[in-house]
């Protein structure tokens, strides 16, 4: 089985930074397209950003330019560096990863961390 640890949410004023990381662990054969989605309240859950193997990336359009997404390979380990947030990042951030593991290719869903921006 595999499991995804996230870290880094929190508080953080308008036009500040974040850095959200997320671990995975388990047995795990190789880790393909890693990305981060958030979900606001009363809204869908949205594709912010991500990165495959290759190390190719993909952003929504609101984040462009403020948010980059990177990986460690030798860490399993997605970060997403937040810059200039603002309230409408106000969210509950997911990692999300396409494994492969004995039970074959799978999608995994970390357990969410808030973002909170406010003044």
């Known amino acids: 089985q595999v499991q995804l640890v996230e870290s880094g949410g929190g508080l953080v004023q308008p036009g500040g930074s974040l850095r959200l990381s997320c671990a995975a662990s388990g047995s795990i054969f190789r880790l393909n397209t890693m990305a981060w989605y958030r979900q606001a309240p009363g809204k869908p859950r949205e594709l912010v950003a991500g990165?495959?193997?290759?190390?190719?990336?993909n952003y929504t359009d609101s984040v462009k330019g403020r948010f980059t997404i990177s990986r460690d390979n030798a860490k399993n380990t997605v970060y997403l560096q937040m810059n200039s947030l603002n309230a409408e990042d106000t969210a509950v951030y997911y990692c999300?990863?396409?494994?492969?593991?004995?039970?074959?290719?799978?999608?995994?869903w970390g357990q969410g961390t808030q973002v909170t921006v406010s003044s």
């Open positions: 999300n990863i396409d494994a492969v593991t004995w039970r074959g290719r799978n999608d995994y």
């Open positions: 990165i495959t193997s290759g190390g190719s990336t």
